[in-house]
């Protein structure tokens, strides 16, 4: 070999290097390789934190979740579970209630973190949900599906053995019997069920035609729980109109707590019992409303009281602070008084970060789709403002600029366009959007 020879060589294998180094933008496959965390629940101590990790599957065409339990620290980063959602914590940490399995499949598992045990609760054939622990730890209340088929006026021809007929005339009552990604929906409805932590038989605390819906509120000494639900004989027709109910645990009976017009849910008890905090709002019919979060005692006295009415916008997910001093909007919260939550930008999807209650540094502690996106030269995303032509106020908007921008070439421009506050758009990654950005 020529010197010549050696010095092409050199020139391909470091051309070869520069293009294997360099960040190549976001690309259709790269979706199924994004990951991202969602639910986490940290323990009662403080000291730890289990989230779904959010995954996509390319065979199946879809995304699933696995748990995984990490340090508020950063440390001792693992895998619990394939396929799961829903980690919950027993009161006093020594436990973690999930709910695994495919579609159909699905039930509830129970892991005993010291010794890494783990039984499988439940035995439905239906998915479980709203997984809510009572205070002392020996029950766990769920919501799941109960058929409720009805009978069709329509009698259909008996076939023949053997025959290979279509498929038989679907008969709906339902007034919403269809979802977009879901298709027909099963003719059924939510009840509650509780069930022994150390597995059993579940028992059933609700019926009817009517939606309870989670999540569910024990109250401290264990013997009421909390759902919402729109039991009026027209509630397909006033989706809107829930109510919170107590329901006793004992015997299944239930007590309607509120009255307004409107959607009542997400309760929350005190941690001394005396008062429940729920969301809702007066319906007037409008497309979007404020969610208020509101405060009411226990056991009667007085109308509701309406605590969140001096912010300009709407409360999510309430949970009472450790000393019943206060409430506070995060997504769990320890005894200790930390709390985890989910952390994301323009340029990355959500991380499991941990801050604490009273104030100081929040901290991210875990690295979910660094290693793709870190490796792909993402479009740009920039904030504008521009006067309406109605009546000059300012609206907001984001532009995502093509990878390797050339200010001095033109490129076509594409509009995606929702309205705020409901269902607006904001500088948060968003994998449709860097896709278009990526194709310029």
């Known amino acids: 070999m020529t010197l010549r020879d050696l ?58 979740g696995d748990l995984w339990l990490v340090g508020t620290d950063g440390s001792g980063h693992e895998p619990l579970a394939s396929g799961a959602a829903s980690p919950r ?8 209630a999930y709910v695994a399995g495919e579609r159909g499949k ?62 038989p005339p679907r008969f709906i009552e339902s007034l919403v019997y269809r979802e977009d990604g879901e298709g027909y929906l099963p ?4 009840q509650v ?24 509120a024990w109250t401290p000494d264990g013997r009421q729980l909390l759902v919402r639900a729109n039991r009026q004989p027209d509630a397909d027709y006033d989706p809107a109109n829930s109510e919170i109910h107590s329901i006793r645990v004992s015997d299944g009976s239930l007590t309607t707590l509120t009255s307004r017009k409107g959607p009542d849910q997400w309760p929350v008890v005190s941690p001394d019992g005396r008062w429940i905090a729920y969301l809702g709002y007066d319906d007037r019919y409008q497309g979007y409303q404020n969610t208020l979060l509101s405060v009411l005692a226990t056991h009667g006295g007085g ?17 009472w602070a450790p000393g019943n001093r206060e409430i506070v909007v995060s997504y769990s919260v320890s005894r200790a008084g930390l709390v985890a939550y989910t952390t994301a930008g323009p340029d990355r999807l959500a991380d499991v970060a941990v801050v604490p209650l009273k104030g100081g540094t929040s901290r991210r502690i875990t690295d979910l789709s ?25 609206i907001q908007a984001w532009v995502i600029t093509p990878p390797g921008l ?31 950005a990526a194709a310029g």
């Open 89 to 96: 914590w027993s009161p006093d940490g020594t436990r973690l």
């Open 370 to 394: 660094g290693d793709l996106l870190a490796h792909r030269e993402l479009g740009r995303l920039e904030g504008f403002w521009v006067p309406s032509s109605f009546d000059g106020t300012r």
């Open 303 to 319: 109308a509701p009281r309406i605590v969140s009415a001096g912010l300009d916008r709407s409360v999510e997910q309430p949970v």
């Open 7 to 64: 010095f092409l060589a050199f020139l391909m294998l470091s051309a070869t290097a520069a293009s294997a180094a360099a960040p190549r933008t976001f690309q259709l496959m790269d979706v199924f390789d994004l990951q991202w965390a969602a639910d986490p629940q940290v323990a009662p101590d403080g000291r730890r934190v289990a989230y779904v990790r959010m995954r996509g599957d390319v065979m199946k065409d879809a995304f699933t």
């Open 187 to 190: 003719d059924a409805r939510q």
């Open 406 to 436: 050339d200010r001095n070439r033109k490129y076509p421009l594409l509009l995606e366009i929702h309205g705020g506050p409901l269902l607006a758009y904001g500088p948060t990654f968003a994998a449709e959007l860097q896709l278009y």
């Open 193 to 216: 069920f509780v069930v022994s932590a150390d597995g059993g038989a579940p028992r059933q605390l609700t019926d009817g035609p009517y939606d309870h819906e989670g999540p569910l």
């Open 106 to 167: 699905a039930q509830i598992f129970v892991r005993w973190m010291e010794s890494g045990a783990t039984t499988q609760v439940t035995r439905v054939v239906e998915k479980p949900s709203a997984l809510t622990w009572s205070p002392d730890g020996h029950t766990l209340a769920f919501t799941m599906p109960v058929a409720s088929k009805a009978e069709s006026f329509v009698k259909p021809l008996p076939k023949p053995a053997g025959a290979e007929w279509a498929a």
